[in-house]
């Protein structure tokens, strides 16, 4: 997921920074998903969906666990 992530992010020229104060999710949060110590929930994910205009199922088609 993170990845995908990083690629929609950099396609627009967005830092994480500017994703975090456009989804209200904590920067912080983008440093535990890159280094898997957690997971993206469901509400975050369709909050980042949302300001990159894809669908949530972009980030988990394919995603094994």
């Given at each position: 997921m993170y990845s995908k992530?990083?690629?929609l992010r950099d396609k627009r020229g967005f830092s994480d920074y500017r994703v975090?104060?456009?989804t209200n999710i904590p920067k912080s949060?983008?440093?535990?998903w890159k280094s898997g110590r957690s997971k993206p929930k469901l509400d975050k994910l369709?909050?980042?969906a949302d300001l990159?205009?894809?669908p949530i199922a972009y980030f988990v088609d394919?995603?094994?666990t």
């Open positions: 992530y990083v690629e975090a104060m456009e949060t983008f440093s535990e369709k909050k980042i990159f205009g894809v394919g995603e094994t």
